[in-house]
């Protein structure tokens, strides 16, 4: 079993920045991809980024590229989503996954086997 926690939600202003955390423990995997998504009220859920947790290649989706950035940290077992320049649209509940045995990045929730309870991020314009 893994376990993820995330962290660093809020309710920010148009243009600024946040950094979410997704804290995994239990049994890890050196063949995985941790990925960030969101959901938005009334919509599906959507891939916003993703990490390979060996190698450490990075994808974004197209509305994020250029603002946020995923990066991670082996030793804490910990993966971050840098937010910057935020926008109204951005506002949803973010959630962090993790793919075990993987080469790439999944960008379909169904491709991932274990998610954390998702944190609130809101901006407001």
């Known amino acids: 079993q893994v376990q993820l926690v995330e962290s660093g939600g809020g309710l920010v202003q148009a243009g600024a920045s946040l950094r979410l955390s997704c804290a995994a423990s239990?049994?890890?995997?050196?063949?995985?991809?941790m990925g960030w998504f969101r959901q938005a009220p009334g919509k599906q859920r959507e891939f916003v980024s993703g990490?390979?947790?060996?190698?450490?290649?990075?994808y974004y989706a197209d509305s994020v590229k250029g603002r946020f950035t995923i990066s991670r940290d082996n030793a804490k077992n910990t993966v971050y989503l840098q937010m910057n320049s935020l926008k109204p649209e951005d506002t949803a509940v973010y959630y962090c996954a993790v793919r075990r045995w993987v080469v790439g990045i999944p960008t379909t929730p169904e491709d991932y086997d274990y998610w954390g309870q998702g944190t609130q991020v809101t901006v407001s314009s």
């Open positions: 239990g049994r890890t995997f050196s063949s995985a991809a």
């Open positions: 990490i390979a947790w060996s190698g450490g290649s990075t």
